[in-house]
């Protein structure tokens, strides 16, 4: 008759089962924490869709829609090279008719970002549902104003909208000063965008297209932006100075308004990185918002073009 395993014998192999499951455990533990690590880094959990606009304190939060509007209606300015004081009676003004939303119905007919009305000679509901077309025509009766710039928003405003609520411009002055610090460049690094997702395909289920991106651009800020290929077939690189234009703050202040453009931009344009100087965005890190980098406007190599002369933006591909 064999021998019963002794109570040693027993002791041991239950020993090493607990030894082999232990160490099974902290194995898969252990994967677990790279894993977490490895989303945390370079995959972290996305915040929900959004713009943000910060500067001196304030904070004014945004939908992509509204920003994108927003960055539409500052390029234009730019394109036209009014000041600063003429985006903010514009964007105060849309912000009233709209919420910085292109509408496509309104109180009788008016329609757009600015409500405008085909009546009155704004121009046909196809062209006014355009934000190019609206802001340059908001623009062509702002500037015919005399020294609109030293009038109150409001007033300003209702000189070219002659509402029946003339005094509700007032109510959105501090938000659109602080949209358009931000947009003409003047405070760097203040707009920016959460894509709702860890990259900028899988936020709108499709890629990006460098064409559509030179295109708006151009359309947008007009022949003085000169975008131009990149080493990288999936970059435009976009001069921060004009052409005949200097290199002193002027051109990074521009750089800087190109930037929070495309940033603004991003989702509708499937934008991945925007890079400017020593600073990015990153679509699947737009929780952090803009980073430093040590690669300056995302260039390498002994041939780059200067810190602080172009604006990279990535589609994502």
Not at 32 to 44: I, M, S, V
Not at 145 to 156: C, E, F, K, Q
Not at 224 to 252: E, I, L, N, Y
């Amino acid at each position: 008759m064999p021998e019963s395993p002794s109570p040693a014998s027993k002791e041991e192999k239950r020993g090493r089962g607990c030894g082999l499951r232990f160490a099974a455990g902290f194995i898969v533990l252990l994967a677990l924490a790279g894993y977490l690590a490895y989303r945390f880094e370079n995959h972290e959990n996305p915040a929900a869709a959004g713009c943000t606009v910060k500067t001196d304190g304030n904070d004014l939060t945004l939908d992509q829609d509204q920003a994108a509007n927003a960055a539409t209606i500052a390029a234009v300015s730019i394109s036209r090279g009014l000041p600063e004081r003429a985006l903010t009676i514009a964007l105060a003004t849309a912000m009233q008719e709209s919420r910085l939303v292109n509408l496509d119905t309104g109180d009788r007919d008016s329609l757009g970002l600015f409500q405008q009305r085909p009546s009155q000679g704004w121009g046909t509901a196809q062209q006014i549902q355009d934000p190019v077309y609206a802001s340059n025509a908001f623009f062509d009766s702002l500037v015919k104003i005399p020294n609109y710039t030293r009038l109150p928003v409001t007033v300003a405003a209702q000189r070219v909208q002659r509402s029946g609520y003339p005094e509700a411009y007032a109510q959105h002055e501090t938000d659109a000063t602080m949209v358009a610090a931000a947009l003409t460049g003047r405070d760097e690094a203040a707009l920016s965008c959460t894509t709702g997702a860890n990259t900028a395909y899988s936020a709108g289920g499709r890629l990006g297209d460098t064409e559509k991106v030179t295109a708006l651009l151009k359309r947008e800020f007009g022949s003085q932006v000169r975008p131009r290929d990149d080493s990288d077939p999936r970059t435009v690189a976009v001069p921060s100075v004009p052409p005949g234009g200097s290199t002193t703050g002027a051109g990074k202040q521009r750089g800087w308004a190109l930037a929070q453009w495309a940033v603004a931009h991003a989702h509708d344009l499937k934008v991945e990185q925007v890079s400017f100087g020593d600073m990015r965005w990153q679509a699947k890190k737009s929780g952090k918002g803009w980073q430093k980098t040590s690669d300056p406007s995302g260039t390498k190599g002994a041939s780059a073009p200067a810190v602080d002369t172009l604006v990279r933006i990535t589609v994502a591909r």
